[in-house]
């Protein structure tokens, strides 16, 4: 039968279904048997894959106890009346088909008062319930949100647009919401739990997800996550966001195709990810590149690509794998490029040996206010990391490794604009020297509270890396962007 795994959370408090209908005779018939519960069949353990997504159409009412009382019922009499094991054989629509024709059925024989756009409504909770992840389901179709933040049972927030706002989107309580959490981890061999309460993990479409429960987030499942448009974003689209200009575009595909050493430096949610993404369709599709992230989110086109993804200890604590590992073991597989999705500790050391020691066009991100800060967060890691080196040869080692910082920002009115593309010089004494080539100046704001700004050339003529640019046959172009770039801000 239906399998009493497959009915956590989604009944009355602490996950539980409220107990089923006690005569056989009230199960439905059915117009398809092969999915009919066998009464000598052990409970099914297979997991159905969630079907396409579909775009609500109208706002969802707000759930009441009657409603989650008469959705229990409904879903009792759906688990000993279906086949979990068959379903499971079944595309995502003709799975969704079936559910839906058997809840007509139940709802018809125990003859409940509900309006045609209620039962509609609660066809689709039940569908999100067996085959996706519950009330997150509506949330997901929708690709103008940005990230999902689920504070428990209660509260959900999204943004969209730029502006963090409340949803309606509620859940029957915390049994369901850490359910539906477990079941996104497991997807990617990872769980959480009482021994285990934070978790990193993805979506099958990328999407970042992290989850921290009780008993550390004391008032529910937290659960953060952060949405990938379906369409991939590039430059040209970043240029139409205002985030950055036509000819700013143009230096950082040179600075891409030139195998230029690359750090995207930036706040949480400000677009690093993404630049990071952008930047990586202008590698040369000849050229081998090996990825390391904590959540395989990254999304390059490049057809010899090999992706790495860090591990968590096991229950008992062992078999963890760590950035610093996988960006050690990269190095023996020959990689051209190494792309680490987020540098945080002594792993960026590793990164810098390996961008100076002929991985050129390497690239990573890392948190950090601006591109000063970047570097100064750089040598701080390495320090954390254990290593007893000279300050002057750490920043040494940092100024002949990184060549662009690239800072991105997440603004006051919610836009993200490219505000820095810094060049690493050299040095002078102990102090690493930088050169901005280009910064987003913001001149005030418009009536509706919008920042209004502009992107200035700072007058340098040819940059660190004209050579480089040169030996790629690059630097007309080069020069004609910068050239373009400083008479705008003339104007």
Not at 170 to 191: K, M
Not at 221 to 234: C, G, H, Q, S, V
Not at 379 to 405: C, H, N, Q, W, Y
Request: proline content about 6%.
């Amino acid at each position: 039968m239906f399998g009493k795994r497959g009915n956590e959370g989604f009944g009355k408090v602490g996950g539980t279904i409220a107990p089923p209908p006690p005569a056989p005779a009230a199960a439905p018939a059915v117009s398809s048997p092969s999915i009919l519960v066998e009464p000598s069949r052990e409970p099914a353990r297979q997991q159905v894959t969630p079907p396409p997504l579909q775009t609500p159409q109208r706002k969802r009412p707000a759930r009441t106890d009657e409603y989650y009382e008469t959705k229990a019922q409904v879903f009792s009499a759906l688990i000993d009346t279906i086949d979990l094991s068959q379903l499971s054989k079944l595309d995502g629509e003709s799975a969704r088909e079936e559910i839906r024709d058997i809840v007509n059925d139940i709802i018809t024989i125990k003859n409940f008062a509900m309006s045609i756009s209620e039962q509609e409504e609660l066809l689709e909770d039940i569908c999100n319930d067996v085959l996706g992840y519950g009330p997150l389901e509506p949330l997901l179709a929708r690709d103008d949100i940005a990230d999902i933040m689920v504070n428990g049972a209660g509260q959900t927030f999204i943004e969209v647009g730029g502006k963090t706002i409340e949803s309606e989107i509620r859940f029957r309580d915390n049994g369901q919401l850490l359910s539906i959490c477990q079941r996104i981890v497991s997807q990617v061999g990872r769980r959480v739990d009482e021994s285990s309460p934070i978790c990193a993990a993805r979506l099958p479409d990328g999407s970042r997800v992290n989850v921290i429960a009780p008993p550390l987030s004391i008032d529910g499942p937290a659960l953060t996550i952060r949405k990938f448009k379906k369409d991939k974003l590039t430059l040209d689209q970043l240029v139409r966001f205002g985030a950055i200009t036509p000819e700013g575009a143009t230096v950082l595909q040179i600075i891409g195709r030139v195998r230029c050493n690359v750090i995207i430096s930036g706040g949480t949610g400000s677009g690093k990810t993404t630049l990071l993404n952008c930047l990586t369709n202008y590698i040369d599709r000849d050229e081998r590149v090996i990825t390391c992230e904590d959540t395989a989110e990254l999304q390059l086109q490049q057809p010899h690509v090999v992706r790495l993804e860090t591990r968590p200890p096991n229950i008992e604590g062992e078999g963890e794998i760590t950035m610093r590992d996988l960006v050690k073991n990269c190095l023996r597989m020959r990689p051209e490029r190494i792309i680490v999705g987020e540098v945080r500790g002594p792993e960026v050391f590793d990164l810098l040996q390996a961008m100076n020691t002929g991985h050129d066009g390497s690239m990573g991100t890392i948190h950090a206010n601006t591109p000063r800060e970047c570097l100064s967060r750089i040598e701080s890691m390495i320090a954390m990391g254990g290593f007893t080196l000279p300050a002057k040869t750490v920043r040494e080692i940092i100024s002949t490794s990184v060549d662009i910082v690239i800072q991105a920002a997440r603004l006051r009115d919610g836009s993200r604009r490219i505000t820095q593309i810094t060049e690493v010089v050299g040095m002078e004494g102990d102090v690493i020297i930088t050169q901005d080539l280009m910064r987003y100046e913001i001149e005030g704001e418009d009536a509706n509270g919008r920042l209004i700004g502009r992107h200035m050339s700072t007058g340098v003529g040819k940059p660190h890396f004209w050579d480089r640019a040169r030996y790629f046959n690059e630097e007309k172009r080069l020069a004609a962007a910068l050239d373009a770039m400083e008479a705008k801000t003339k104007e």
